[in-house]
């Protein structure tokens, strides 16, 4: 392998254990992986189209992509600030408010693409 590739792969091998580290460490990042495999599990019961698999997928995504961050500033304010400090706090405050937000989005797509078949299922 070239020097180039090598270093690619290494840096994919570091992502991957960042996030395998995150899920093993977060209570927060096992809930969101339990919920991305119940709401995929729903979705397949729906067949579901092309479309709202996207959106789902995307919503998803947003959910990680925030927890991951929310879980890397609190590594880091730890690493900084291991005592009280305001701006400790605003820090990690906002990094988790990142991810309520990312979450109430994602619940939002969830009942609009998911609410309307799954109720034609129950209930039609
Ligand atoms: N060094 C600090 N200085 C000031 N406030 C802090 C500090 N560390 C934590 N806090 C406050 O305590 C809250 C909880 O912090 P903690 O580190 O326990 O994260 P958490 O929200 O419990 O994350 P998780 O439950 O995902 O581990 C923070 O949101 C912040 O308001």
New binding site residues.
Partial sequence: MSGWRSREVRSFGYALRGVAEAVRG???MRFHLVAAIVVAAVACWLRLDAEDWLWLIAAIGSVWVAELF??AI?RV??LA??????L??AA??TA?GAVLVAAAFSAVIGFVVLGPPLWERCFG
Avoid: G, I, L
Wanted: hydrophobic share 15%; charged share 40%; net charge negative.
């Fill in positions: 977060e209570r927060h929310n879980t609190e304010v730890d600030s291991p005592d009280f400090h305001p400790a706090k990690k405050d988790s």
